[in-house]
Structures are given as structure tokens and as C-alpha cells.
């Protein structure tokens, strides 16, 4: 058991209810872009913000999960993006590593390293890591997923950038800052 990643109960509570989320809001939270199978998804704000809270395992297995039981419930799995939702929570969490959030920090420079983290997971994983799985697990044609990665990559970096920004901005507030308590006596 040694060298495996150990997980607090918080945090396979927050992968549950991450999932939860994510699920939810790719049911009712989606708006039809006109590009086939691609939608404005608001899930991706969640995913963003759990990763940043909890970590890069817990946005890996919220990506994988959540995705995988929104497609069950709608069209069947679809691995390819499920496994780019995976990447984009594992990568939100790597690089956002070292904001300290929970400490009530989450001003500009962490709102900038925010962004810059989580537009790098989702080119990852909707310009790259979605279309090469389409093209190698279902043969299909690349110039279709190579748009609808372009698309749904995209709309993802928009919808984190506002959304999953205001979210963390609201999560900090609630958190008390370092330093900023003083001792009466």
C-alpha cells in the first residue's frame, strides 16, 4: 500500500458530490451549440473549481465519473471525451497547486494563474487528447472531431473563465484569510 495516493473522507466526499454536480448540470445545465454533440456545458466550472479545492486526483476521478454517468444516462459512454474530461481535472489541479484558496486567497494573480492553468487543460484535452482518442477507439473522420474539440474547448475556457472564476472568487470569501484575525487583550 505504500506510494499510493491515500484520500482524507473530505475528499472522497467532495469526488462524490463533485461527480454529483457534474452529472447534473451536463443534464440541465447544457445549451445545444448548433455543432453536432456539442453543447455549451456548465459542468466544467465544477470541475475546475473541485479540482482547484481538492486537488488533481480528485479532478481526475470527478472528470471520469461524472462524465461517464452523464453519458449513461443519455447516449451511452463515449470514452473518448470521458477520458478528456479526466485529463482536464487532473491538469486544472496540477497547475493550480500552490494557490492557496482555502486560506481565502484568491485575488488577481491567482484568478490570471487560474485561467492560464485551466485554459491549458482544456486545449490539452479538447484540441488534442478528445479528437486523437476519436479518431484511434471510433475511426472517426478528423476534421468532425477536430471541430467539435475546437468548439467544445472552446466554449469550456469561456464558461471556467466566468463561471468557475466567480465561483472560487465566492468560495474565498468564506474562507478566513491568513494573518487577518488579531488577538484582543
Same mark, same amino acid.
Given at each position: 500500500?505504500?506510494?499510493?495516493?491515500?484520500?482524507?473522507?473530505?475528499?472522497?466526499?467532495?469526488?462524490?458530490?463533485?461527480?454529483? +454536480?457534474?452529472?447534473? +448540470?451536463?443534464?440541465?445545465?447544457?445549451?445545444?451549440?448548433?455543432?453536432?454533440? =456539442?453543447?455549451?456545458?456548465?459542468?466544467?466550472?465544477?470541475?475546475?473549481?473541485?479540482?482547484? +479545492?481538492?486537488?488533481?486526483?480528485?479532478? @481526475?476521478?470527478?472528470?471520469?465519473?461524472?462524465?461517464? $454517468?452523464?453519458? @449513461? @444516462?443519455?447516449?451511452?459512454?463515449?470514452?473518448?471525451?470521458?477520458?478528456?474530461?479526466?485529463?482536464?481535472?487532473?491538469?486544472?489541479?496540477?497547475? =493550480?497547486?500552490?494557490?492557496?484558496?482555502? &486560506?481565502? &486567497?484568491?485575488?488577481?494573480? &491567482?484568478? $490570471?494563474?487560474? #485561467?492560464?492553468?485551466?485554459?491549458?487543460?482544456?486545449?490539452?484535452?479538447?484540441? @488534442?487528447?478528445?479528437?486523437?482518442?476519436?479518431?484511434?477507439?471510433?475511426?472517426?473522420?478528423? #476534421?468532425?472531431?477536430?471541430?467539435?474539440?475546437?468548439?467544445?474547448?472552446?466554449? #469550456?475556457? $469561456? *464558461?471556467?473563465? *466566468? +463561471?468557475?472564476?466567480?465561483?472560487?472568487?465566492?468560495?474565498?470569501?468564506?474562507?478566513?484569510?491568513?494573518?487577518?484575525?488579531?488577538?484582543?487583550?
Amino acid at each position: 500500500m505504500q506510494g499510493l495516493t491515500r484520500f482524507s473522507v473530505k475528499t472522497i466526499v467532495a469526488i462524490g458530490i463533485g461527480a454529483a +454536480l457534474f452529472v447534473v +448540470l451536463a443534464r440541465f445545465g447544457s445549451i445545444p451549440t448548433g455543432i453536432p454533440n =456539442t453543447n455549451l456545458q456548465t459542468n466544467y466550472a465544477i470541475l475546475a473549481l473541485f479540482a482547484l +479545492l481538492y486537488g488533481p486526483w480528485a479532478g @481526475l476521478l470527478i472528470g471520469l465519473i461524472g462524465h461517464t $454517468v452523464a453519458d @449513461l @444516462l443519455s447516449f451511452g459512454p463515449w470514452f473518448s471525451w470521458i477520458i478528456a474530461s479526466g485529463v482536464v481535472g487532473l491538469l486544472i489541479g496540477l497547475l =493550480t497547486r500552490g494557490i492557496r484558496i482555502h &486560506e481565502g &486567497e484568491f485575488g488577481g494573480k &491567482e484568478m $490570471v494563474r487560474f #485561467n492560464i492553468a485551466q485554459i491549458v487543460a482544456n486545449a490539452v484535452g479538447w484540441f @488534442l487528447v478528445a479528437p486523437a482518442l476519436d479518431i484511434v477507439i471510433y475511426a472517426e473522420p478528423a #476534421n468532425k472531431v477536430f471541430t467539435q474539440g475546437l468548439a467544445a474547448g472552446a466554449m #469550456n475556457m $469561456v *464558461i471556467v473563465a *466566468i +463561471l468557475g472564476t466567480l465561483l472560487a472568487v465566492a468560495y474565498s470569501k468564506t474562507r478566513t484569510k491568513r494573518g487577518s484575525l488579531t488577538r484582543e487583550g
